[in-house]
């Protein structure tokens, strides 16, 4: 069946409308929903594009609900999210430290999307300078009420215009880049806002990796990268990629600095590829079953959620998990290594 598509929206990357079709329903909702496989990048997304402001529009009403300050996301959220930075954390100091690099005490750091705040509070027990944006009212009130953090309420587009040129040493972005629809404009924002010989640590989820054939594409991701589209996105926006971790792993994650100034703005040659489009027809039912019945995964997931309810069983609340997470584990080894150093 040839699935090659005009596209209504022209790619945010490479500005080609022609693609391949990759999925046509959203996985969670089973409606009309049309994913492409760029044909000039490679890059996956949604088409039609939303535009930016009917995306602000649907954050903000999705987003601003009036917690009163009540909001508490659940202590294994939080423990879970704790870990989650702490790997992160690890997995940065020993790619920067690998680079003869690190970064200097009293850092500045601002985590785009801190959600209830845990990598924004390491940051800070670390002793950084620690900031946060996050757009879900609730999510902010808790890291700033309860953790005590600089973590303002909206959007990046909202708040990061407002940061001072050069001011951040590090920023970071877990699982945001997707929900977006300008990850150029965005991430030339960013750079802008980063310090000369600064960082940018980006996590986005694989969109080649294996799992359920109807779970993949939905209405909230608006773009889907491999490691290929990642860097090569890193790459227009004026970004050098320092460090990544496996193509293979069920996120990728990349340390980019901002390429130096004297370095020429061209326009890259774009590496298309159909990875995506290879990646959907190996996500078939049978082999789905076989992958849950055989890896295990069903019992480690709930051997976790048991340990995650034990190890939270005592605490009297989110400070209390995270403290402890923090303190035991200054010099806890990552778990998700294996990084690679960028060519
Ligand atoms: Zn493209």
Request: charged share 15%; aromatic share 6%.
């Amino acid at each position: 069946m040839n699935k090659a598509i005009t596209c209504l929206t022209p790619c945010p990357v490479c500005g080609s409308t022609h693609a391949e079709a990759v999925a046509h329903i959203d996985g969670k909702t089973g409606e009309p929903l049309v994913t492409v496989n760029c044909n000039g990048c490679g890059l996956g997304r949604i088409d039609p594009l939303p535009t930016v402001q009917a995306l602000e529009a649907w954050y903000a009403s999705h987003y601003r609900q009036d917690y009163k300050g009540a909001f508490q996301p659940a202590l294994r959220h939080v423990l879970r999210a704790g870990r989650n930075a702490l790997d992160r954390w690890g997995w940065l100091q020993q790619q920067l430290s690998s680079h003869g690099l690190g970064l200097p005490s009293g850092a500045s750091t601002l985590d785009i999307g801190a959600s209830s705040g845990e990598f924004v509070y390491l940051a800070q027990a670390r002793g950084h300078h620690a900031h946060g944006i996050e757009p879900h009212a609730g999510y902010a009130s808790h890291a700033r009420d309860t953790l005590g953090l600089r973590v303002e309420n909206g959007s990046l587009h909202q708040l990061l215009p407002q940061k001072h040129e050069g001011q951040f040493d590090l920023v970071s972005m877990f699982h945001v880049l997707e929900h977006l629809t300008d990850p150029l404009a965005t991430l030339q924002l960013i750079k802008r806002k980063t310090a000369p010989g600064g960082c940018l640590l980006i996590e986005v989820p694989n969109a080649t990796r294996f799992c359920s054939p109807r779970y993949m594409f939905f209405k909230a991701h608006t773009l889907y990268f491999t490691q290929t589209s990642l860097h090569q996105t890193l790459h227009a926006a004026g970004w050098h990629v320092l460090a990544h971790n496996e193509a293979t792993d069920d996120n990728l994650l990349v340390l980019a600095q901002p390429s130096s100034p004297t370095a020429e703005a061209t326009t890259p040659a774009w590496q298309a590829n159909r990875a995506l489009v290879q990646a959907q027809q190996r996500r078939t039912w049978p082999a789905y079953l076989v992958d849950q019945l055989t890896s295990g995964r069903v019992v480690q997931k709930m051997n976790k959620r048991q340990e995650e309810k034990r190890m939270v069983r005592g605490f009297d609340g989110a400070r209390a998990v995270l403290d402890h997470l923090y303190q035991q584990s200054t010099h806890r080894p990552p778990e998700k290594t294996k990084a690679t150093a960028a060519a």
